[in-house]
C-alpha cells in the first residue's frame, strides 16, 4: 500500500507544478515583448525653438514627451512600430522661463533631456553718445 501512495504523490506534485508553469504570467508587468532601440539629438534653433531628432529600429513604439518640472506633461509625440524616423519641432516661446524635460522612452529604457527656458533682460546702455 505505501508503495502506491508515495508514486501517485510525487505525481501529483509534479503535475502541480507543471500547471502552475504553465499558468504563470510570461509577460509580467505587461511590459512590451518587442522593444526597440533608439537614438536621439536635441538642439535649440536660431529661433528658438527645439528640434528633436530621433532615429529608431522597427518592431517598437518610442515615445517622446516635454514636461515641466512638476511632470506635467506639455507635448506627446507617440512613433509606432513601423516608422523609423521623426524630427519634431516644438515651438516654446508661449512657456514661462523655467526648467522642463524632454522624456524618450521604449517602455524599458528612458532618456531624458533637460531643457532650461530664460529670457534675456534688455540692457540699457551704459553711455548716451550724443550728435550735435
Known amino acids: 500500500m505505501k508503495t502506491f501512495f508515495k508514486p501517485l504523490l510525487l505525481s501529483l506534485a509534479f503535475s502541480l507544478v507543471s500547471l502552475s508553469a504553465t499558468l504563470a504570467d510570461s509577460n509580467p508587468g505587461n511590459r512590451t515583448k518587442t522593444v526597440a532601440l533608439f537614438k536621439t539629438g536635441i538642439y535649440s534653433t536660431a529661433e528658438g525653438?527645439?528640434?528633436?531628432?530621433?532615429?529608431?529600429?522597427?518592431?517598437?513604439?518610442?515615445?517622446?514627451?516635454?514636461?515641466?518640472?512638476?511632470?506635467?506633461?506639455?507635448?506627446?509625440?507617440?512613433?509606432?512600430?513601423?516608422?523609423?524616423?521623426?524630427?519634431?519641432?516644438?515651438?516654446?516661446?508661449?512657456?514661462?522661463?523655467?526648467?522642463?524635460?524632454?522624456?524618450?522612452t521604449n517602455g524599458v529604457d528612458v532618456t531624458t533631456h533637460n531643457v532650461q527656458l530664460s529670457t534675456k533682460q534688455p540692457s540699457a546702455p551704459s553711455r548716451l553718445v550724443a550728435i550735435n
Open 49 to 104: 525653438k527645439l528640434q528633436i531628432a530621433l532615429e529608431k529600429e522597427t518592431g517598437g513604439a518610442v515615445d517622446v514627451k516635454l514636461k515641466n518640472k512638476d511632470g506635467k506633461v506639455l507635448f506627446s509625440q507617440h512613433l509606432g512600430k513601423k516608422e523609423k524616423a521623426a524630427r519634431l519641432r516644438l515651438n516654446l516661446s508661449e512657456l514661462p522661463d523655467g526648467e522642463y524635460q524632454v522624456e524618450v
